[in-house]
T-cell receptor, first 112, second 114 residues
Framework: QKEVEQDPGPLSVPEGAIVSLNCTYS??????FMWYRQYSRKGPELLMY????GNKEDGRFTAQVDKSSKYISLFIRDSQPSDSATYLC????????????FGQGTELSVKP | ETGVTQTPRHLVMGMTNKKSLKCEQH?????MYWYKQSAKKPLELMFV???????ENNSVPSRFSPECPNSSHLFLHLHTLQPEDSALYLC?????????????FGPGTRLTVT
């Protein structure tokens, strides 16, 4: 079993749709939960991070962490064609020196 | 130059060649990382450096040899690679390893081993 599972997609939605991206994990010691966005031919960029459980909102993006279910989500409201990218979830244990464990990434396409 | 830069952006090398990948960060960070990104696979952490000292070697074959001469520069020396080593190699940096959840990535070097 992989430590972090993420549906690779591809996921195609119309502009304006609400997008839900998800990851499950098996390591209960994970404390930091991140979402990175990677455009084609670019490196990943940090979109959001959450420490422990709860929700975090930033503009059109909302990150949710449910540690009891070992499940994290990223919601994108009013999706735009510029949101078309691969979204990577990543996690780490506390005091693990930057050792991030990534999901496979979900490829998202938002059609105008 | 801003952020994290990597050179070259593309590299084709034979199995007997020796080449080096270069990474430079302009963010004043103290930690630097090498990752391997293969198609349809998660990013794999290869090496972590903190203040020029290697703090993590994630069971990487010896044909990959990292070097960190100072906190702004990171190299990955390659020799006698295999075709399965073809991938996108990403460099990243963070303020401190303990704050490694916020990593800034370069654009990567697309490596093809023939």
């Amino acid at each position: 079993q992989k430590e972090v599972e993420q549906d690779p997609g591809p996921l195609s939605v119309p502009e304006g749709a609400i997008v839900s991206l998800n990851c499950t994990y098996s390591n209960s010691a994970f404390q930091y939960f991140m979402w990175y966005r990677q455009y084609s031919r670019k490196g990943p960029e940090l979109l959001m991070y959450t420490y422990s459980s709860g929700n975090k909102e930033d503009g059109r993006f909302t990150a949710q962490v449910d540690k009891s279910s070992k499940y994290i989500s990223l919601f994108i409201r009013d999706s735009q064609p510029s949101d078309s990218a691969t979204y990577l979830c990543a996690m780490s244990e506390r005091n693990q020196g930057g050792k991030l464990i990534f999901g496979q990434g979900t490829e998202l396409s938002v059609k105008p | 130059e801003t952020g994290v830069t990597q050179t070259p952006r593309h590299l084709v090398m034979g199995m007997t060649n020796k080449k080096s990948l270069k990474c430079e960060q302009h963010l004043g960070h103290n930690a630097m990382y090498w990752y391997k990104q293969s198609a349809k696979k998660p990013l794999e952490l290869m090496f972590v450096y903190s203040l020029e000292e290697r703090v993590e070697n994630n069971s990487v074959p010896s044909r990959f040899s990292p070097e960190c001469p100072n906190s702004s520069h990171l190299f990955l020396h390659l020799h006698t690679l295999q075709p399965e080593d073809s991938a996108l190699y990403l460099c990243a940096s963070s303020q401190e390893p303990g704050q490694g959840y916020e990593q800034y990535f370069g654009p990567g070097t697309r490596l093809t081993v023939t």
